[in-house]
């Protein structure tokens, strides 16, 4: 209890996204997931097992593209415990 390093526990704006129209956001304890209206996807968070999609395990501080879903045009997006499933 009290180790709150890396966290973010108070709202906060997120400018590399200000550009970017929003369609669906999932989230869960451990990271975050946008899909845009222009079919792109960002996660950020905690990247343990994977669950960035980013090929790594290493966490994420703000919203990056995930590269592999780049042309796929995603339309949904759930994050779970240890997953992050994409519907496209």
Same mark, same amino acid.
């Given at each position: 209890?009290? +180790?709150? +390093? =890396?966290?973010?526990?108070?709202?906060?704006?997120?400018?590399? !996204?200000?550009a970017?129209? /929003?369609?669906?956001?999932?989230?869960?304890?451990?990271?975050?997931?946008? $899909? @845009?209206?222009?079919?792109?996807?960002? @996660?950020?968070? +905690?990247?343990?097992?994977?669950?960035? =999609?980013? !090929?790594? +395990?290493?966490?994420?501080?703000?919203? @990056?593209? /995930?590269?592999? !879903? $780049?042309?796929?045009?995603?339309?949904? %997006?759930?994050?779970?415990?240890?997953? @992050?499933? %994409? $519907?496209?």
């Open positions: 209890h009290g +180790e709150t +390093e =890396g966290h973010q526990y108070l709202p906060r704006l997120l400018e590399r !996204m200000a970017k129209r /929003v369609a669906q956001i999932s989230a869960c304890g451990f990271h975050t997931a946008i $899909v @845009t209206d222009a079919g792109e996807l960002f @996660t950020w968070g +905690e990247g343990k097992f994977g669950r960035l =999609g980013h !090929m790594s +395990e290493r966490n994420c501080h703000s919203p @990056t593209i /995930v590269e592999y !879903m $780049v042309g796929k045009k995603p339309r949904q %997006v759930s994050c779970g415990g240890f997953h @992050t499933a %994409v $519907v496209s």
